[in-house]
């Protein structure tokens, strides 16, 4: 016969699933809070990526005056490439912490933020391309949370701030994956940071 001591000591299965709920709530608060935290964190390395490629583009513009040239269809790496050789302005081009593989057209084939020079004639679009601004404003751009460079192109270019790049400003009240690109523009850039 068991004795009464021993049946005073066990948990009752109300108990129990009263447990597992609460420790279930718990987790539902939990873990977007920290998926929040992980979005956060990545939007401030990726600024702080920006800032130091920034002081790289900058110093080599002091030194040629004027910034980087690149082509539309180049890779985004290579359109860093100059900064790192023949003289190092920065040590390694760092990669896109949202950057997810995938096959899409430019979008995710190279894990470098992107930079766009006012050089670039955007889309065929004459009023991107002003021949005053071509050497002396750039961008920098990282896809931001939802991952994807909107029309496989920077939304950020320099020349199409005041039509596009605003539009697609990542902003974290609208949620942590909300579309928009984290972007930094250079010193010489209309309404530049």
């Known amino acids: 016969m068991p004795r009464k001591v021993d049946r005073l000591c066990a948990f009752t299965l ?3 699933l009263l447990v597992v709920g609460i420790i279930a709530i718990l987790s539902a608060i939990a873990v977007p809070n920290f998926l929040e935290a992980q979005t956060r964190s ?3 390395r990726a600024r702080a990526d920006m ?3 920034q002081v790289a583009v900058e110093t080599y513009g002091t030194d040629y005056s004027r910034y980087p040239v690149a082509e539309l269809f180049d890779g985004l ?3 860093l490439v100059v900064l790192t050789t023949p003289v190092s302005y920065i040590t390694s081009i760092p990669a896109d912490p949202f950057f997810l593989r995938n096959s ?3 979008a995710g ?3 470098a933020y992107c930079y766009a020079p006012g050089n670039i004639y955007f889309g065929g679009n004459s009023s991107f391309d002003n021949s005053q601004y071509r050497y002396s404003i750039y961008s920098l751009a990282s896809r931001g949370p939802d991952g994807r460079m909107l029309f496989g192109y920077c939304a950020a270019h320099p020349l199409a701030v005041n039509n596009t790049a605003l539009l697609f400003t990542y902003d974290p009240t609208n949620g942590t994956v909300s579309r ?3 972007f930094r ?3 010489g850039t209309l309404g530049g940071d």
Do not use: A, F, M
């Open 14 to 16: 109300i108990e129990l």
């Open 42 to 44: 990545k939007v401030s």
């Open 51 to 53: 800032k130091s490629l």
């Open 77 to 79: 790496t290579d359109r």
């Open 104 to 106: 899409s057209w430019y």
């Open 109 to 111: 084939l190279d894990n």
């Open 180 to 182: 928009g690109e984290v």
């Open 185 to 187: 523009l250079g010193s």
